[in-house]
Every structure is written in structure tokens, then in C-alpha cells.
């Protein structure tokens, strides 16, 4: 057993674990117990100890390994720098830790940007050390420094998240993406800000934010509940309408929602959602705007679905999609 997790967490790190092993990782890693876990991560490290890279959301799983001692966080922190990417396992998820430095080596080891990236396909929770729950759509990425909540909060978005920030009037938490940045105490709202999309979104649930644009040629805006405000990156302008933020959150829900969309975004929310590739073929794109939602685990039933609105035959070959327009 503990080998057959070995191999599969190597794999997994040099990113050449087929999808059906990646399964068998998943469901493998919630078997283990903590002690298990903790040797079965121990003998993958001691592979790539002289491969450190920039460690990776480490409180997700240093907790999970009941990291207590100076000696003991650091081998792990050495670790997870090699392995960042087995935050992907829901399991470590959502885990939270409190870091106590205690030597200018640590201090300068740590002192750096910590990254989770989500694949298409995936989604992911995660708990900031402040306490703010943040919930990652696929093909997102998040990042923030080692000593986040210490000083300042800031984070750094690109895609698309939701998140519940944690109040402390004397530490604004900050979300900063290529285009806007959000200012807030203590509030929900989520953020689309993805950049193959022409358009930024910060759909505001609870709370206050206080939302600005990079190229400071408009002044910020305070938004107030269910009030989304829109970004256009083409012609660097703000626009905002009133919304329940029913639609905006709810790929939260597993849901997924179009309104009034071309069959190009539709295909491209797709590839985002399921993690495949489609490509399309034969005639121009539909020109009709579909409205509808979707809640399939499979992306075969959305399809199907959509064959009823749009004319198109497709098929699936080494794991590709290809759609055939007629």
C-alpha cells in the first residue's frame, strides 16, 4: 500500500499521473491515517531534497501533519515545496495554521509568495491563517505572502473565487487581480477575473467593498449588497447593475448557468468546468443566445442538452471532444 502511494504521489508531482490514477490518490489519501500520511509524504521528500522550489500553501497540510516543533515544520515546509500540488487532494483542503518563526534561516525560507493553482476541471476550498474561507473555480490560480495576517492581508487572484473574509477592522483584506482591486473588512462577494475573458466581475453578497481600477482613471467605487460591478478591460470602464448573486455563485453550487451566452462561451465555460479539450468544426458558430443551467457531473449530458438548442453531432477520441457544427 505505502509504495503503491509513493509511486502515485511521484507521479503526481512530475505530472505524469494519468486521470484514473489521480482517482486512485484521492481515494487512497483518505484512508490513510495521519501517521501514515505524514511517512508516506516523508519518503517522497526525501527523493527531491535538493530539488526545493517555492513552497505552496503550506498550512494546508502542515496542520493535517500535526506540525508542532521547528525542526519537524521546516522538513515539512522543504517538502511541500516540492510537492505543492497535492493540495489539489481534497482532503488537505480547507486546513488552517498558524506559523510561530523562530530563526532567521526559517524566516528567509519562507519569505516568499505561496501559490495554489487549480486545473480546469477541479475546484478547491481553502482557509486563509485569518480565518477567510475562499472557494477556487477551476482553472484558477491564488496566491499570497508566507506571512499573510501578521501585517497585512493580500492576496492575488487570477480566475475566479468566492470568499467569506474574516473581520479585522485593523487589517483590510485586499484582493488584487490584473485589472481591480478590492478593498474589504469583512464581507462575501465573488470575483471573476479571468484572462481570456474581456471583462472583470466583483459581485458583492454581504458586506462593503471598496473596489478600483489599475489604470486610475476612475474613482472607486463603494459597492453595497447584491450589486455587481463590471470591468471592461477593452475600454477601461466601470458599469454596475443590481443581481441576487444566485448566478454569479453558482458554479459554489456545482451549477452551471448561462444567460442569454454565445455557443463560443458556452464551449469555453465547458472546457474550464470538465478539463477537456473540444474542438469544433464544419459550419460558422450558431449565432443564437442560449439561456439554461446545467448541474451534470458528466460533461457527455451536457452536451446532449445543448444538442437540443444547437445542430452539431460530436465525438470523443483520446480524450479530446470534437464538435461538428451543421
Do not use: C
Request: aromatic share 8%.
Amino acid at each position: 500500500m505505502e509504495k503503491h502511494i509513493n509511486n502515485l504521489l511521484n507521479k503526481f508531482i512530475n505530472e505524469n499521473i494519468t486521470p484514473d490514477e489521480r482517482k486512485v490518490l484521492k481515494n487512497s489519501v483518505t484512508e490513510l491515517s495521519d501517521e501514515e500520511l505524514k511517512q508516506a509524504m516523508s519518503d517522497v521528500w526525501e527523493q527531491y531534497e535538493t530539488k526545493a522550489t517555492s513552497p505552496v500553501a503550506f498550512e494546508q497540510i502542515a496542520r493535517k501533519l500535526s506540525i508542532k516543533s521547528q525542526s519537524s515544520m521546516r522538513h515539512t515546509l522543504l517538502f511541500i515545496a516540492k510537492v505543492a500540488a497535492v493540495i489539489a487532494i481534497p482532503l488537505l483542503i480547507g486546513i488552517q495554521i498558524h506559523l510561530y518563526i523562530t530563526n532567521d534561516k526559517l524566516n528567509k525560507f519562507i519569505d516568499q509568495q505561496l501559490a495554489i493553482q487549480v486545473e480546469s476541471g477541479e475546484k478547491a476550498a481553502i482557509t486563509l491563517p485569518d480565518g477567510t474561507k475562499v472557494y477556487l473555480n477551476a482553472a484558477t490560480s491564488l496566491s499570497y505572502p508566507s506571512d499573510f495576517g501578521l501585517y497585512q492581508r493580500d492576496i492575488y487572484l487570477t480566475g475566479e473565487a468566492y470568499l467569506e473574509v474574516a473581520k479585522d477592522a485593523e487589517k483590510p483584506f485586499h484582493v488584487h487581480t490584473d485589472d481591480v482591486e478590492i478593498e474589504v473588512l469583512g464581507t462575501k462577494f465573488n470575483v471573476n477575473s479571468y484572462p481570456d475573458q474581456d471583462e472583470v466581475e466583483t459581485t458583492l453578497i454581504e458586506g462593503a467593498v471598496k473596489l478600483t481600477t489599475k489604470n486610475n482613471s476612475q474613482h472607486p467605487i463603494i459597492m453595497k449588497p447584491s450589486q455587481k460591478v463590471i470591468y471592461s478591460k477593452k475600454n477601461h470602464q466601470l458599469s454596475s447593475r443590481q443581481t441576487t448573486g444566485h448566478f454569479e455563485t453558482a458554479w459554489t453550487r456545482g451549477e452551471l448557468v448561462f444567460r442569454s451566452a454565445k455557443f463560443s462561451d458556452i464551449i469555453e465555460k465547458l472546457k474550464k468546468r470538465y478539463g477537456v479539450e473540444i474542438q469544433i468544426t464544419g459550419d460558422k458558430y450558431n449565432t443564437d443566445l442560449f439561456t439554461g443551467s446545467f448541474k451534470e457531473e458528466y460533461i457527455h449530458g451536457v452536451l446532449r442538452l445543448l444538442q437540443m438548442h444547437y445542430q452539431f453531432t460530436y465525438t470523443e477520441k483520446n480524450g479530446k471532444i470534437l464538435i461538428r457544427m451543421k
